[in-house]
């Protein structure tokens, strides 16, 4: 087991990239340390010869490739993906519970039987809503609802 191995090379490649890219911005890096493992696993169980270096290269550079094909948009959107943590709350209706919420007055509101912290969203001058009164769910920021009248 020298260092020379071909094998075990392409295993510290792969390692080497991958390590890198949870350090990166980038998802590229990935795709390189893939291609590497594909192609020491090749190499491991003879699918390659370990003498054959253009062999190894050619294919440590397709299955970049083909890696790169079948995982970039996936992890693109992953990566993208929206926040959504709220989004069974939003639209849904609570109740105004202990008082009544004005523009500079928070309270709290009753929603799946849960009391939360309670704003009114983008208050008018003067604008109040009643204790008991059932309002919509615009906003979640935090344990406080932002909230409209129905």
């Given at each position: ?9 392409w295993y510290i490649i792969a390692a080497f990239f991958i390590i890198i890219e949870s350090f990166a911005a ?125």
């Amino acid at each position: 087991m020298a260092i020379n191995d071909p094998l075990h090379i392409w295993y510290i490649i792969a390692a080497f990239f991958i390590i890198i890219e949870s350090f990166a911005a980038t998802i590229a890096l990935l795709f390189i340390g893939l291609g590497a493992l594909t192609t020491a696993i090749s190499i491991h169980y003879t699918i390659v010869d370990s003498t054959q270096y253009i062999l190894q290269v050619s294919l440590a550079l397709i299955a970049t490739g083909l890696w790169t094909l079948v995982l970039w948009k996936p992890l693109k959107n992953l990566k993208n993906k929206k926040n959504t943590k709220y989004k069974n709350i939003l639209g849904s209706y609570a109740t105004i519970v202990d008082s009544d919420l004005s523009e500079n007055k928070p309270g709290r509101a009753k929603w799946s039987g849960t009391i939360m912290n309670t704003r009114i969203y983008s208050p008018t001058k003067n604008q109040t809503i009643r204790k008991g009164e059932e309002v919509e769910i615009v906003e979640v920021k935090g344990n406080t609802l932002f909230v409209k009248t129905k």
